[in-house]
């Protein structure tokens, strides 16, 4: 399986390297970022882009691959709706409908988040948002496309989050996840899981579209 990660620095995005790289059902990965992993491993291949918002250039390139595993996303803290939706919403249909036209069959996959607004309009600004994201996915035309809404994600293998907010929260709650799975395993995931979830759903499929995460846990 040739796989196609977009948003492959970030927290989430580098677990789904990493399992894409250790796997055995993918057999290529290609990374397009603003910026590259700078990684050496024979699988994997980056491409910095900057606008990713126009892959025109970079086309020729996205052709033949057999899924996407979209893990690109930012907080919405501070942000206005319409900032936010520019990126979450604008930058993923255009990313998205573009891979699509290149690879008819390809299966999608993004990461969005557990309390996503499928009606689009509830009073949480970034749940609307990423819930209107999933419904123009799912309409897309993708082969299979699937939305991935993980809780609280502990970074494993050394990963580590960018976002300064992020990491206070994850050095203070970090120690406590043994806690939080014992306690509440339906809230919590890990970078590790969902990267195998995410290899499992492209290979195999699952008969949700929606997986929250109890869902991911089980697919990995």
């Not at 990660?5 to 057999?27: D, F, I, K, N, P």
């Not at 290149?102 to 009073?123: A, H, Q």
């Not at 899981?193 to 759903?201: D, F, P």
Request: charged letters at 20%.
């Amino acid at each position: 399986m040739k796989v196609i990660l977009l948003g492959a620095t970030g927290m989430v995005g580098q677990g789904v390297l990493r399992e894409c790289l250790v796997s055995s059902e993918v057999s290529s990965v290609l990374t397009v970022g603003r910026s590259i992993t700078g990684q050496q491993n024979p699988k994997l291949r980056e491409i910095a882009h900057h606008d990713l918002t126009n892959l025109t250039a970079i086309e020729p390139e996205l052709a033949g691959y057999d899924s996407c595993f979209f893990c690109l996303g930012i907080s919405s803290a501070g942000m206005s709706e319409e900032s936010y939706t520019r990126i979450t919403h604008d930058l993923t249909l255009s990313a998205a409908r573009t891979l699509l036209r290149l690879n008819p069959n390809m299966t999608f996959s993004y990461v969005s988040g557990t309390g996503t607004d499928s009606s689009e309009k509830g009073r949480t600004m970034w749940a609307r948002v990423k819930g209107r994201t999933e419904n123009e996915l799912l309409a897309l035309g993708f082969k299979s496309a699937y939305m991935f809404r993980p809780g609280y994600i502990q970074p494993l293998d050394g990963i580590k989050t960018k976002t300064p907010l992020y990491a206070f929260i994850y050095a203070v709650l970090g120690p406590l996840y043994p806690l939080f799975h014992a306690i509440v395993p339906q809230y919590v995931t890990t970078t590790r899981q969902v990267g195998k979830a995410m290899i499992a759903v492209a290979a195999r499929g699952s008969s949700k579209t929606h997986l929250e995460n109890r869902d991911i846990n089980a697919l990995a």
